[in-house]
């Protein structure tokens, strides 16, 4: 499945949304509505226990 991100001005986007999706936001049959993307983009040179804390960090607060 693609992914497609769109990016906006929050006063423009609005204007837009019923062309661009659906819905605020539109997901796989197969899934639920629980169904969430998270991406993270970093700049080059995070060490690899830095970007494990990252992750976990996230899914721990994601659990609480």
Do not use: C, W
């Not at 991406?39 to 040179?45: A, D, H, L, V």
């Amino acid at each position: 499945m693609a992914q497609v991100k769109i990016y906006g001005l929050k006063s423009v986007l609005p204007a837009n949304r019923e062309r661009l999706s659906a819905a605020d936001f539109i997901y796989p049959a197969d899934r639920s509505e629980a169904y969430t993307i998270i991406e993270i983009s970093i700049f080059e040179g995070r060490s690899a226990a830095a970007k494990k804390a990252l992750i976990h960090l996230l899914f721990s607060n994601i659990e609480q």
